[in-house]
DNA sequence: CTAATTATAAACAACT
DNA sequence: TAGTTGTTTATAATTA
């Protein structure tokens, strides 16, 4: 007990408002804080260090290739400046959902480059599910750009280019080199055929003109100096003999973008190089840089940002919606490995007392299965506050359902608020009410840390109860018992994406969802536009519709048991209904049955994204309550 | 910087 | 009296 109370307090004392909370709360997670209680870097491990240098440079390399495609001039130095140490990689691993295209920025380390990218892909791929036939090309761009960026970084490792954090200058060479363009071409070709693509592109008002002459100039002033003899196929720059290239490629021999296991990488090439020397020769043969691909590649940046763009807005889509995990199961077998690493490594540092449980049977839980851990759960992974989830709102009920057997086993933190598992302990009781001793029982009895440390949660849970309007105390003859106000309980889910309608409609015009599938889109846009159409969602929210995208959504049975339970779970649920002598209301309980609105919208959404062949998903997913 | 949300800790009262 | 249940206040972290 005494230990158990002596290591909570340890976990929650520790942040530091240095600039390095985000990585103490961290790592320190169960543990001594040691690391936060300085203020300064000098606590970081070297580790950290290179992390965070490995962060700056691969931003810097990042932005400018925003800047490129956007012909934004803005240097990021400030931008650069400010992301030291601020989302440690294991942030990027575990939280794969909640980074926003900014923080992806930022937060990209190279370790987590691809596994990021990758996940980018599996977003892409749950689109293409979707119906999107363009999918096809867009993955192809993504991998683009994952090489691009790998290149980049493989770049600045050699110290070919001088990335100045402050200037993100990258050569536009090099770029083009990472983007081989001649690939371009051969994207360009395929998706010649694809009217809607080339569609998409008008519609994004991608000028080429415009970009290019940017580019050009930017390339033009930094680039040349910082890469001295990067000899580059498109022989733009001095073309150096294959040799000497190779040379100068030898330490990362096997690790340029397009060139691995003897052969090369070019989309559709695959030709097979021995050495180094003769792949630079093949690349500058057979994949040489000419004016139209230039072009092309320049176009293809901006489509590729464009891409993140959508990636971006497909994850806040995703989020919000209850789009079962297994939608993406590439996605979430990364982020189960990245869990595992996560744990192996880092969930428990040294001198973290590690919980008991998992001390023993960490990763055992873990299922082998497609569903595995959804990438909310890894956000708990560690000492994280569970607030994330909440926030981003990982659907508690899929999640649960999901993966229930490894919150069970794991001593792993559910990423979800008290407030959001009380009532569904309480909305998945038989009869919706729970006394406090069997939320306990629920809670002890679903999260294997809640066994642990209970004086603690308890207190917490009581605080929640007590302190949440949305939780309303029945006294019966036995006793009292807790009930869940659900329209207390959607009232009071805050905006949580500040997206204006403005937003969304840029989101649903080409910049965001140009290129989206039209399924998607339509799922989108009719829910924003239902969404903006309902007077509640426009006065209220703050926001806009994506806020309430997110309301009531951070909880799938909401929605399911508001659809499902005819009126017995409806929002305006009284708790006169449980036959209680007497009701305490913390406040009066909002008078807003409008609130049902969006969280049946959504499960409209939801429909709407559950496409052909994925249904038995949907339902899957639906019967929350059979967790437990 | 501020406000809101959440987690945690703790004091305290009422009740069993 | 001790433990449980609830309420309330305070503090800190995090995020918008």
Redesign the pocket.
Same mark, same amino acid.
């Given at each position: 007990m005494m230990v158990e109370?002596a290591t #909570? !307090?340890i976990?929650? !004392? /520790?942040?530091? %408002?240095n600039g390095v909370?985000?990585l103490?709360? %961290?790592s320190d997670s169960g543990g001594r804080e040691g690391s936060s209680n300085g203020d300064t870097n000098g606590e970081i491990s070297p580790v950290d260090l290179l992390h965070l240098q490995q962060q700056q440079a691969l931003q810097a390399a990042r932005q400018f290739l925003l800047q490129q495609a956007t012909g934004l001039s803005s240097p990021s130095s400030n931008e650069v400046k400010q992301t030291p140490v601020q989302v440690p990689v294991s942030v990027a691993m575990m939280t794969p959902q909640m980074i !926003?295209p900014q923080q992806m920025q930022q937060i990209l380390s190279p370790p987590q480059l691809q596994a990021l990218l990758q996940q980018q892909q599996a977003l892409m791929l749950q689109q293409q599910q979707l119906g999107n036939k363009q999918l096809a090309f867009q993955q192809q761009l993504i991998q683009m750009q994952q090489l691009q960026q790998q290149h980049l970084l493989n770049l600045q490792r050699q110290g070919l280019v001088g990335l100045q954090p402050g200037q993100g200058a990258v050569p536009m060479q090099s770029l083009q080199q990472a983007m081989c363009p001649a690939d371009l071409q051969q994207l360009w070709k395929d998706v010649a055929g694809v009217p809607s693509a080339e569609e998409t592109l008008k519609h994004e008002g991608l000028d080429l003109s415009t970009t290019s002459s940017n580019s050009t100039s930017y390339s033009a002033s930094k680039v040349s100096p910082q890469i001295p003899h990067h000899s580059l196929p498109n022989g733009q720059n001095s073309v150096h003999t294959p040799k000497r290239d190779s040379s100068s490629h030898e330490e990362h021999t096997g690790s340029h973008p397009l060139y691995g296991h003897g052969e090369c990488k070019w989309p559709g090439c695959e030709a097979l190089c021995e050495d180094m020397g003769q792949f630079i020769k093949h690349l500058n043969s057979e994949h040489a840089l000419d004016d139209r691909s230039t072009a092309q590649c320049r176009v293809q940046m901006q489509v590729v940002q464009q891409l993140e763009i959508q990636v971006g807005a497909s994850r806040a889509f995703t989020l919000a919606n209850p789009i079962p995990a297994f939608y993406f199961p590439s996605q979430l077998n990364l982020a189960s490995s990245a869990s595992l690493m996560k744990r192996d490594t880092e969930a428990y540092p040294e001198g973290l007392p590690h919980p008991p449980t998992s001390a023993a049977t960490p990763i055992t839980p873990l299922r082998q299965g497609p569903s595995v851990i959804s990438s909310s759960s890894l956000h708990s992974v560690g /000492?994280?506050?569970?607030?994330?989830s909440? $926030?981003?709102c990982t659907p508690i009920a899929s999640e649960l359902a999901q993966n229930c057997e490894f919150y069970k086993n794991a001593d792993v933190?559910p990423p979800?608020?008290?407030?959001? @598992?009380i009532r569904h302990a309480i909305l998945e009781a038989p009869d919706r009410q729970l006394? @406090?001793?069997e939320i306990?029982n629920w809670f002890t009895r679903m999260f294997a840390y809640f066994r642990r440390?209970t004086? !603690?949660? &308890?207190?917490?849970v009581?605080?929640?109860?007590? @302190?949440?309007k949305c939780?309303v105390?029945v #006294?019966n003859v036995k006793?009292?018992?807790?009930t869940v106000d659900e329209v207390e309980y959607q009232k009071?889910? /805050? /905006? $949580?994406?500040?997206g204006s309608p403005t937003l969304v409609k840029n989101m649903i015009s080409g910049l965001g969802f140009g290129s989206l599938n039209a399924s998607y889109q339509a799922a989108l846009a009719e829910s924003s536009l239902n969404l903006l159409n309902s007077p509640t969602m426009v006065n209220t929210s703050s926001?806009g519709s994506l806020n309430m995208l997110h309301v009531g959504h951070d909880d799938v049975s909401s929605t399911v048991e508001q659809v499902n339970s005819n009126g017995s779970c409806s929002p305006g649920l009284s708790p006169q209904q449980y036959g209680s002598h007497q009701v305490?209301v &913390?406040e009066e309980p909002a008078e807003m049955e409008e609130d049902s609105r969006p969280v049946s919208l959504m499960a409209t959404v939801s429909q709407n994204l559950a496409l052909p062949g994925d249904e038995r998903e949907m339902e899957e997913e639906l019967p929350a309550e059979e967790l437990e």
């Open positions: 109370s #909570e !307090t976990r929650t !004392t /520790p942040s530091t %408002q909370s985000s103490s709360s %961290q !926003t /000492p994280i506050r569970r607030r994330n909440d $926030k981003y933190r979800f608020t008290y407030a959001s @598992l006394t @406090l001793n306990y440390n004086a !603690t949660w &308890k207190n917490a009581r605080h929640n109860l007590s @302190l949440h939780f105390r #006294e006793g009292a018992v807790w009071r889910r /805050p /905006p $949580k994406m500040t926001g305490h &913390k």
